[in-house]
Nanobody
Framework: QVRLAESGGGLVQPGGSLRLSCAAS????????MGWFRQAPGKEREFVAAISWSGGTTRYADSVKGRFTISRDNAKTTVFLQMNSLKPEDTAVYYC???????????????WGQGTQITVSS
């Protein structure tokens, strides 16, 4: 009965910024590690960022370090992905994921959102 719903996707020019949100249903969100993944056309799903249940631990893919920031607001049962300095290669469907454990950089998460499209283009 856990549902994750992403929002905030859209079209942005190179160098621009977007902030993705992932709203979680259920009362166990505060104990979940959360992650963001993305999948570009013709490519495998890849890890983007993850955060521990308390927010004290974060992990990032090398490709987004220094540009993306993951955060969470447990009072609002929401996780965010602030994306700055966007590049065309960031174009993908972005998925929110949750798991009852540590924030993994692999795809072993229990719950997944439906995804939101990010297109970085002029």
């Amino acid at each position: 009965q856990v549902r994750l719903a992403e929002s905030g996707g859209g079209l942005v020019q190179p160098g621009g910024s977007l902030r993705l949100s992932c709203a979680a249903s259920g009362r166990t969100f505060n104990n979940f590690a959360m992650g963001w993944f993305r999948q570009a056309p013709g490519k495998e799903r890849e890890f983007v960022a993850a955060i521990s249940w308390s927010g004290g631990t974060t992990r990032y893919a090398d490709s987004v370090k220094g540009r993306f920031t993951i955060s969470r607001d447990n009072a609002k049962t929401t996780v965010f992905l602030q994306m700055n300095s966007l590049k065309p290669e960031d174009t993908a469907v972005y998925y929110c994921a949750g798991r009852g454990g540590m924030p993994l950089v692999t795809g072993n998460y229990e719950y997944w959102g439906q995804g939101t499209q990010i297109t970085v283009s002029s």
